[in-house]
T-cell receptor
Framework: GAGVSQSPRYKVAKRGQDVALRCDPISGHVSLFWYQQALGQGPEFLTYFQNEAQLDKSGLPSDRFFAERPEGSVSTLKIQRTQQEDSAVYLC???????????FGSGTRLTVV | AQSVTQPDIHITVSEGASLELRCNYSYGATPYLFWYVQSPGQGLQLLLKYFSGDTLVQGIKGFEAEFKRSQSSFNLRKPSVHWSDAAEYFCAVGHTGTASKLTFGTGTRLQVTL
């Protein structure tokens, strides 16, 4: 597609519920990143894929967070047993491999109530 | 560890006035530096980047930034602000290595008065 697509745009989850956030990168982009942006803060790195390989997951805040990209294209960020502190905008970005050549999606706003 | 400081949380300028947004970084080597803009409900758009070479970098929408190693700064400037520039601005430093991940500052919200 023309840009990075994220769905849903908004998600309200009850505390303890599991959620799955989807990212469709630009076609052909080998690199994919997830960032978490809390209210009033800058984005913070969560994890990075090169094709289907998850090369860096150092930013995932707990073992409740899990990301996958099984076919090297679409990626899913899953959060189990959501907590209020998980409320944030989750941004996905993809890159063709050009150094820092990111294109960001519009994000998914997750609200945990 | 890398870090980025944007000391101004909120700035208000009049349309047509000049703008300077401050950014200071902490990084052990020569940094890769970026400015992004985020409009409400939107993703991040790259304004400009500095990798090496000329320390004055030109970007999109009439923005420029100057890398000053002695001050560990990378301030964003625009000579004449337009109402459509109202948004959140983020400075970021890039990590070297395979991941090419970014560390962002906390952002500066720009308000433009008519």
């Amino acid at each position: 597609g023309a840009g990075v697509s994220q769905s849903p745009r908004y998600k309200v989850a009850k505390r303890g519920q599991d959620v799955a956030l989807r990212c469709d990168p630009i076609s052909g982009h080998v690199s994919l990143f997830w960032y978490q942006q809390a209210l009033g803060q800058g984005p913070e790195f969560l994890t990075y894929f090169q094709n289907e390989a998850q090369l860096d997951k150092s930013g995932l805040p707990s073992d409740r967070f899990f990301a996958e990209r099984p076919e090297g294209s679409v990626s899913t960020l899953k959060i189990q047993r959501t907590q209020q502190e998980d409320s944030a905008v989750y941004l996905c970005a993809s890159s063709s491999g050009q150094l820092y050549g990111y294109t960001f999606g519009s994000g998914t706003r997750l609200t945990v109530v | 560890a890398q870090s980025v400081t944007q000391p101004d949380i909120h700035i208000t300028v009049s349309e047509g006035a000049s703008l300077e947004l401050r950014c200071n970084y902490s990084y052990g080597a020569t940094p890769y530096l970026f400015w992004y803009v985020q409009s409400p409900g939107q993703g991040l758009q790259l304004l400009l980047k500095y990798f090496s070479g000329d320390t004055l970098v030109q970007g999109i929408k009439g923005f420029e930034a100057e890398f000053k190693r002695s001050q560990s700064s990378f301030n964003l400037r625009k000579p004449s602000v337009h109402w459509s520039d109202a948004a959140e601005y983020f400075c970021a430093v890039g990590h070297t290595g395979t991941a090419s991940k970014l560390t962002f500052g906390t952002g500066t919200r720009l308000q433009v008065t008519l």
